[in-house]
């Protein structure tokens, strides 16, 4: 952490690289926690005081007590949602009001836009995405056509404004044959959350920021989804619709690059994927399944079973490179524990092309592996470096070395104490 920078913490596959654990470890050093990309198709499940909260759209500096909490211009925002996450959060105790600022500029999520995320998906048939139904990619189609509503907007002739962008939704979903919804009673309570969201300061972010920065301030960009869900860079079309990637720090915070400080890249000690697309690792076997059972991996939205593989290096090298990644951090090595043999993908394979970068089409790839010991025995106690088993740690070198990257935090158990700086 550097005064007057914006470190930015990333998942850096696909999601879910567990950074709802290890944010109460970063968050407290920081004065400001921002995100800057996504929505409510965000799960970071957080224990804290005993608890277990799933943050969608709020910074975990929610936790701290001093920490100013910004939800950024390069977000979208569903009123209903924000204000059922926001209630949960003060039914705990938490004061919200003074310590959470929302960007004008962010772009409301309507409940037609998730009417319009089922109606895309239907129409799509088999190459459906798999979203997570949150009305993302049609909000940020809104703001990309330049008729999306912003949280500004909810502040001066909300109604009319509403009225017109609910209309030309409806008219897309009669021409898509999609007209057996009811969507009265979400409504109502979305209408409760836009009047609840008048609470809170909603102002120009980026602003704020840079004049915090200027005074010396740290921030801490706190990414959503993964790298490979980025618009671009990600395994287009099967991707999220916002810039999850350090880009999008820019873009999404009002910050400019050289503002930039560390990029922790997070990673876990293997791969896992949620919805569809592109996954040369996944596998459809009984590791597969143990990986899954061991690791927990059913979706923290949506529930859905997570598709799992060994640890991929083709995609790593990926998004070490598109972000700029200074330190590496681990998760979940404990879900290897039991494996006598643990596997690499080192490179992709196609008929007779063999490639270590990222093709442009990633569908009908097979990975190519290298296989190392497996340490056999429990990480979950462990709290210093110098008692890793010998194989893990070679595991940990091996990584390092192939990725070129330093790996400074390894997570060896759910508990917090269980984060060991290197
Ligand atoms: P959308 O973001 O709901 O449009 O979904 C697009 C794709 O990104 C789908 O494959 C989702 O499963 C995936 N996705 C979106 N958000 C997350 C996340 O927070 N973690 C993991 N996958 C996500």
Same mark, same amino acid.
């Given at each position: 952490m550097e005064k007057g920078k914006v470190d930015a913490l990333l998942g850096i596959v696909f999601g879910d690289e567990g950074k709802g654990k290890v944010v109460d470890f970063f968050t407290p050093r920081y004065d400001v926690v921002a995100r800057f990309a996504g929505?409510?198709?965000?799960?970071?499940?957080?224990?804290?005081?005993?608890?277990?909260?799933?943050?969608?759209?709020?910074?975990?500096?929610?936790?701290?007590?001093?920490?100013?909490?910004?939800?950024?211009?390069?977000?979208?925002?569903?009123?209903?949602?924000?204000?059922?996450?926001a209630q949960e959060l003060e039914a705990a105790g938490y004061t919200l009001?003074?310590?959470?600022?929302?960007?004008?500029?962010?772009?409301?999520?309507?409940?037609?836009?998730?009417?319009?995320?089922?109606?895309?998906?239907?129409?799509?048939?088999?190459?459906?995405?798999?979203?997570?139904?949150?009305?993302?990619?049609?909000?940020?189609?809104?703001?990309?056509?330049?008729?999306?509503?912003?949280?500004?907007?909810?502040?001066?002739?909300?109604?009319?404004?509403?009225?017109?962008?609910?209309?030309?939704?409806?008219?897309?979903?009669?021409?898509l044959g999609f007209t057996d919804y009811d969507i009265a009673g979400e409504e109502a309570r979305w209408m409760q959350g836009?009047?609840? /969201?008048?609470?809170?300061?909603?102002? &120009? !972010?980026?602003?704020? #920021?840079?004049?915090?920065? +200027?005074?010396? $301030?740290?921030v801490l960009a706190e990414g959503a989804q993964g790298s490979l869900l980025d618009i671009d860079h990600g395994t287009y079309p099967f991707v999220s619709s916002s810039s999850t990637t350090v880009g999008g720090v820019c873009t999404g915070l009002g910050v400019a690059p050289q503002r930039i400080g560390h990029v922790y890249g997070i990673f876990k000690a293997y791969s896992t994927r949620v919805g569809s697309g592109p996954f040369p690792v996944e596998l459809f076997d009984e590791t597969g399944d143990r990986l899954r059972d061991i690791g927990h991996e059913y979706g923290a939205v949506t529930g859905r079973n997570r598709r799992c593989g060994w640890i991929?290096?083709?995609?790593?090298?990926?998004?070490?490179?598109?972000?700029?990644?200074?330190?590496?951090? /681990?998760?979940?090595?404990?879900?290897? &524990? !039991?494996?006598?043999? #643990?596997?690499?993908?080192? +490179?992709?394979? $196609?008929?007779?092309?063999?490639?270590?970068?990222?093709?442009?089409?990633?569908?009908?790839?097979?990975?190519?592996?290298?296989?190392?010991?497996?340490?056999?025995?429990?990480?979950?106690?462990?709290?210093?470096?110098?008692?890793?088993?010998?194989?893990?740690?070679?595991?940990?070198?091996?990584?390092?070395?192939?990725?070129?990257?330093p790996i400074k935090i390894v997570s060896v158990s759910p508990d917090r104490e269980a984060t060991i700086l290197r």
């Open positions: 929505g409510p198709n965000a799960g970071h499940t957080i224990i804290f005081g005993g608890k277990k909260f799933v943050l969608r759209s709020i910074p975990s500096g929610i936790f701290n007590d001093g920490a100013l909490n910004v939800i950024g211009n390069g977000c979208v925002i569903a009123p209903d949602l924000f204000m059922q996450e009001t003074d310590r959470l600022h929302i960007s004008r500029r962010a772009h409301l999520i309507l409940p037609t836009h998730r009417l319009l995320d089922r109606a895309y998906e239907a129409a799509k048939g088999k190459d459906k995405v798999g979203t997570t139904g949150k009305g993302i990619g049609p909000t940020y189609s809104d703001k990309a056509t330049r008729v999306g509503l912003r949280v500004g907007d909810i502040l001066e002739n909300f109604p009319e404004k509403y009225a017109r962008l609910k209309a030309r939704h409806e008219q897309i979903l009669r021409d836009v009047e609840y /969201m008048k609470q809170f300061p909603l102002t &120009d !972010t980026e602003v704020e #920021i840079n004049r915090l920065l +200027a005074e010396g $301030k740290s991929d290096l083709v995609a790593l090298k990926y998004a070490i490179m598109i972000n700029g990644v200074t330190d590496l951090v /681990m998760m979940k090595s404990d879900v290897l &524990d !039991t494996f006598a043999s #643990i596997r690499v993908c080192t +490179a992709y394979r $196609k008929g007779g092309e063999v490639t270590d970068t990222m093709p442009y089409d990633t569908e009908g790839w097979e990975a190519v592996y290298e296989e190392l010991p497996g340490w056999q025995t429990p990480l979950t106690a462990l709290r210093d470096e110098a008692d890793f088993p010998a194989p893990f740690r070679a595991y940990i070198d091996y990584l390092e070395r192939e990725l070129q990257t």
